[in-house]
């Protein structure tokens, strides 16, 4: 019954769950304009760069755009109570860590991956995390570390066995754990009042940013032998 | 439907932008070995020092045909050569299995196992 109310809720406009879908639509439109204007100006002079990089990078921007509007709800909502903002940092902090990890490990490395999934998973869990104080704030760090590693890692290990297979399966099981988290969010919410009423432009700055750092990142990053 | 317009705009980005960028991708650049011509080719064997290749020694400007003998274990088995942004792979189940490589140029070729723990140097002379 409440997933129901929560379907409903994504259309509605009254909370903050009715912005979620244009927040994934306005980070997915400014990741790949950005991506499209690299690619015509610089990206496409490098060579084999489709065949190397695009699906990975592809990627990489949908697992920014399904992971960014949980920051934009939680925002909304500022304080969660302890058990759900452990969830909330958890939750983000692994996806975050994990997908881009996996998608850059895949291009530069474990070393590589592991240090750019970790950067990214512990500064939104940690930034999501603390909507309940310090026990987000060290679930969002923990499962940043360690979704970070993992990501790396398990791209790695698959170099040889259909590693883009396993990234598309990757990045819908996240994408399921994340509407999950949203549906958390709305649950646990649901008698509170929004706190803060926000434009998009934090998502979208948000997005240009990482898309930006990615790219850079894969294109052009440090990565080990086993990449050249 | 409220966001229905969004969602398709949504769909039509991932699908559009998806079916250009995954479209040339492929699976992989991953190349099992090859044939590279009728030329003189030198069999290099491989030996494992530790948890890592020991050095193996080729000439310049001959096709390698690369084999693992009994010593290298585990994943060392899979060796994985990235050469001018394409990839040499095989898991040498055997020694008997082998891997063609194309003639190099003077030089060290770093290569690793598949996953990227064991390492060693091709020096070509």
């Known amino acids: ?228 | 439907m409220k966001n229905g317009f969004t969602i398709f705009m949504i769909v039509l980005l991932v699908f559009g932008l998806g079916s250009f960028l995954i479209r040339d991708s492929g699976v992989s650049n991953k190349v099992d070995g090859g044939n590279f011509g009728s030329g003189e080719i030198q069999k290099v064997v491989l030996n494992q020092d530790r948890y890592n290749y020991k050095d193996a020694f080729v000439e310049a400007g001959k096709p390698i045909s690369l084999s693992a003998d009994s010593s290298v274990t585990g994943c060392l088995r899979s060796v994985v050569f990235n050469l001018d942004g394409k990839r040499y792979v095989k898991y040498l189940k055997t020694p008997k299995d082998t891997l063609e490589l194309p003639a190099l140029s003077k030089g060290i070729y770093n290569f690793a196992c598949s996953m990227g723990m064991g390492y060693g140097k091709l020096i070509v002379k």
């Open chain 1, 1 to 228: 019954m409440t997933l129901k109310e929560f379907t409903k809720e994504l259309n509605g406009n009254n909370r903050v769950e009715g912005e979620l879908i244009k927040a994934i639509f306005y980070s997915l439109f400014f990741s790949f304009g950005l991506f499209i204007l690299l690619y015509y100006f610089k990206l496409q002079y490098i060579e084999n760069f489709i065949s190397k990089y695009s699906f990975y990078l592809f990627f990489a921007i949908l697992s920014y755009a399904i992971v960014l509007p949980s920051i934009r709800q939680v925002r909304a909502y500022k304080n969660l109570t302890c058990m759900s903002g452990m969830m909330v940092g958890m939750t983000t902090g692994m996806i975050a860590g994990f997908l881009p990890g996996f998608f850059i490990g895949s291009t530069n490395g474990m070393l590589w991956g592991s240090v750019f999934g970790m950067g990214i998973g512990i500064f939104i869990g940690v930034w999501n995390g603390k909507c309940c104080g310090i026990m987000g704030i060290m679930e969002g760090l923990m499962a940043g570390f360690m979704g970070g590693i993992m990501g790396a890692m398990t791209a790695v290990m698959m170099i040889n066995d259909n590693l883009k297979v396993a990234g598309l399966i990757v990045f819908l099981i996240s994408s399921v754990i994340i509407f999950l988290l949203n549906f958390m969010i709305y649950k646990e919410t649901k008698e509170s009042e929004r706190q803060v009423k926000e434009d998009y432009s934090l998502i979208i700055f948000i997005s240009l940013i990482l898309t930006a750092i990615t790219i850079f990142f894969m294109v052009y990053g440090p990565r080990s032998i086993l990449f050249g």
